[in-house]
């Protein structure tokens, strides 16, 4: 869960400093106050791109920092083991994004460096955001599928499926590009060859390469470093090197100890040092011995390591691509000595791997099939809380003329709100009110199985009217049981619900417009004149007694 977020010179916003707590909280404010700024906080952690006009004006740069809190953290872990950044420490993971105006960007992650790409990664593990926009994503059959098998837990069968649809498709594209290139010519096949003849003289692991590279770096500096070597070598054990006005120190100090026996330690450690020296120098003359490279050596490295720039030209810029390149160059030799058999080959494997794939297609299907039973009956049950007294929702199931790289079959969803008519596809019948109680309801169905911990709702009460807003109040109450929950909101009644409440204000009396965000859950009568607000007129005894019949009602 979020536990903290500290923002300074974000768009209008100077600085603050917020603390949060498990369960709902919800963020109000008159329109254009700037409650989109907190919204923007976290994008800008969860790996958005920004443009340095969000910094505030007349400041050298923004700056976003979370602290995240993981009751088991061992999953993030080995995400960030995957980044090759710090692991979390007692479960808490540190984030901070600075954008400076003049600067380039700086982004750590447990206070190590990290990219923009690694906020991304984390990112999918810790938020989720539920825009204006994301009803609109239901009318996809894409997404809809997508939701099915979250609710069916489908990731597994899912992965299984893809994988083997790959390899089918890889051997399928494998034997078309075969078949569609015949025979090479002469120089092509002599070519390849040299390339393989190339590749094979050279050791291609990461490790060789990098020694070759390292090697090679040394070769090309060589008569530098000996130059160095030799003077630092000089200048230690030379005639007139240190060592000798060290020796001749050493000997005035044990001339001391004689008359003095207690500066016998520092003679002693003199000493030590002159015996350092001495050492240190005897290796930078062997370090510039062992630079001289013989020609016949300096030859072979030379050429090994022009080989290798030719492949990385020619296939790819590291180990993997080269290896990747090798295959695929013998195997199209191979295929030259005998093509109708190469050909013939291909096909087997390629309709063994369809016939695997077809058979975890199917099984997919059957969890598919089950869980859309299943999502149908509780997808009715919540939309119906949402103020549709009479409706129905069907999740229909359609079999593809062909696989696809998401199984055999679609998915959509099937919605009637009124009674008498039958259920059509949602984008045919549903108004965007409509479309956002049906996401809210699907959403809360889906919380218990998505475990993503902080959850943001962006206006998703947006066509939605006072009373059904104190229905969807409730429902974010309900998700928050299982989740953390921030939620930007004009109803009262939404903002009523929340078990912790934040207000973002304007300030435009001075010169420039200020935005601060500040709690009100802990005052009671902050937060009556805050609904009053939203109700209409904060100072109308009527709308704050509608107030505290809002708030009474939640407790």
């Not at 809190?69 to 540190?94: H, M, N, S, T, Y």
């Not at 400076?100 to 990112?123: C, D, F, S």
């Not at 390899?167 to 070519?191: M, T």
């Amino acid at each position: 869960m979020l536990q903290s977020l500290r923002i300074r010179n974000l768009a209008l916003l100077e600085e603050v400093a917020l603390d949060f707590e498990p369960g709902y909280t919800a963020v109000t404010g008159e329109t254009g106050a700037g409650k989109s700024i907190l919204l923007g906080a976290l994008s800008l952690l969860a790996g958005s791109r920004a443009e340095k006009t969000v910094i505030r004006q007349g400041a050298a740069a923004c700056e976003v920092e979370a602290a995240l809190f993981f009751a088991d953290p061992r999953k993030v872990d080995g995400v960030l083991a995957a980044l090759d950044l710090p692991a979390c420490e007692d479960g808490v993971l540190i984030l901070k994004r600075s954008l400076p105006r003049e600067k380039a960007p700086k982004i750590t992650v447990n206070g190590g460096l990290a990219t923009l790409a690694a906020l991304q990664a984390l990112g999918e593990h810790w938020i989720d955001f539920h825009g204006p926009a994301e009803p609109r994503r239901l009318l996809r059959e894409a997404a809809q599928l997508e939701l099915l098998d979250l609710y069916a837990r489908a990731g597994p069968a899912l992965a299984a499926y893809a994988e083997a649809y790959r390899a089918w498709r890889g051997l399928a594209a494998e034997r078309e590009r075969l078949a569609g290139e015949a025979r090479l010519p002469p120089e092509q096949i002599e070519f390849l060859q040299g390339q393989l003849a190339k590749m094979d003289r050279l050791e291609l692991t990461a490790e060789a390469i990098e020694a070759l590279e390292r090697d090679f770096q040394r070769l090309s500096q060589a008569q530098e470093l000996i130059e160095r070597a030799q003077a630092l070598a000089a200048g230690i054990t030379g005639d007139d090197g240190v060592l000798g006005r060290v020796a001749q120190l050493v000997r005035e100090a044990r001339q001391l100890e004689a008359v003095d026996p207690a500066s016998k330690a520092l003679a002693d450690r003199l000493a030590s040092v002159s015996v350092e020296l001495a050492d240190l120098g005897g290796e930078f003359a062997s370090l510039s011995q062992n630079l001289v490279f013989e020609p016949e050596r300096a030859d072979d490295l030379q050429a090994r390591m022009n080989a290798w720039l030719d492949l990385k030209r020619r296939h790819g810029g590291d180990v993997r691509a080269v290896l990747a390149a090798r295959v695929g160059i013998r195997r199209r030799l191979e295929a030259q000595g005998d093509l109708a058999g190469a050909l013939a080959r291909l096909d087997r494997q390629a309709a063994e791997a369809e016939r695997a794939a077809r058979r975890l297609a199917e099984a997919l299907r059957l969890v598919r099939e089950k869980a859309a039973r299943e999502l149908a009956k509780a997808g009715a049950r919540a939309i119906a809380q949402l103020g549709f007294k009479k409706t129905d929702f069907l999740v229909r199931l359609a079999t593809l003329p062909a696989l696809g790289p998401a199984g055999d079959c679609a998915c959509e969803f099937l919605f009637s709100p009124n009674v008498g008519e039958p259920p059509l596809p949602l984008g045919r019948i549903a108004s965007s009110g409509e479309l956002a109680r049906v996401m809210l309801a699907l959403k809360t169905i889906l919380a218990d199985v998505d475990d993503i911990p902080l959850l943001v709702f962006d206006e998703v009460d947006s066509n939605v009217g006072g009373e059904v807003g104190g229905i969807v109040g409730e429902q974010l109450a309900g998700i928050a049981r299982k989740h953390q929950v921030l939620c930007v909101t004009h109803l009262p009644q939404v903002a009523a619900h929340a078990d912790r409440h934040l207000v973002v204000t304007k300030d435009q009396t001075k010169d420039r417009a200020v935005v601060a965000i500040e709690p009100i859950h802990g005052n009671r009568q902050a937060r009556v004149s805050e609904l009053a607000r939203m109700l209409g007129d904060r100072n109308a005894k009527s709308a704050r007694a509608h107030a505290e019949e809002l708030l009474k009602s939640r407790s």
